[in-house]
């Protein structure tokens, strides 16, 4: 079955970069795009952008445009979500997502990481 | 950007009973493709998103039946026949409409039971 398995929990100082890991299992890696979803405490989600994980094209929410940074790694079936220059606003739980095919909605989820920004 | 704007907010809801959620977007989800890429999400308390239903109607997989979609356009519902306690948690529209490029969730509304 298809499985989105997320790095740990962070603590960040502001101004610092972080770097979350979402490693996937239960599919061909390469056919779907990989999205990252954010959710701050109490509030809705957020979409951030995608990276396509066969061919490493990528598409970023003008909101964090020049911020967030997705990579992937096809030998180990894992994808990345960079966001620099950290605020206490970006304090969230972050979640990679894939699509189920032919939907247009994201039927695999992550577990989530939560990032705190704090001094 | 497309805007989800949903109503109510919270709905409290006694169990047996039905509810119903509504989604307005500030322009037509219709797609140049022909589908309309609304979905709406289960988020229960301290779990990830689920989906729910996709293209406005569609059940997702292993989603039970009492939960249904309708709508089109710019007007969509999401409808719980009879709410169980499990129901519980914030339901969340979606348009993927604008994709590849954007995507777009409502405010979410919170279910609870009365």
């Known amino acids: 079955q298809v499985q989105l398995v997320q790095s740990g929990a962070e603590v960040k100082k502001p101004g610092a970069s972080v770097k979350v890991s979402c490693k996937t299992s239960g599919y061909t890696f390469t056919i779907y795009h990989i999205h990252w979803v954010r959710q701050a405490p109490g509030q809705s989600l957020e979409w951030m952008g995608w990276v396509s994980a066969g061919n490493g094209d990528t598409k970023y929410s003008q909101r964090f445009q020049g911020r967030v940074t997705l990579t992937r790694d096809t030998s180990a079936n894992t994808a990345y979500m960079e966001l620099s220059s950290l605020r206490s606003e970006d304090t969230a739980v972050y979640y990679c997502?894939?699509?189920?095919?032919?939907?247009?909605?994201?039927?695999?989820w992550g577990q989530g990481t939560l990032v705190t920004v704090s001094s | 950007e497309i805007v989800m704007t949903q109503t109510p907010l919270s709905s409290p809801v006694t169990l047996g009973q039905p509810a119903s959620i509504s989604c307005r977007s500030s322009q037509s989800l219709v797609h140049s493709d022909g589908n309309t890429y609304l979905s709406w999400l289960q988020q229960r308390p301290g779990q990830s998103p689920r989906l729910l239903i996709y293209k406005i109607s569609n059940r997702f997989s292993g989603v039970p039946d009492r939960f249904s979609g309708s709508g089109a356009g710019t007007d969509f519902t999401l409808k719980i026949s009879r709410v169980e306690a499990e129901d519980v948690g914030v339901y969340y529209c979606?348009?993927?409409?604008?994709?590849?490029?954007?995507?777009?969730f409502g405010q979410g509304t919170k279910l609870e039971i009365k």
């Open positions: 997502a894939i699509p189920a095919p032919g939907t247009g909605g994201f039927g695999y």
């Open positions: 979606m348009q993927a409409t604008q994709f590849p490029h954007l995507y777009t």
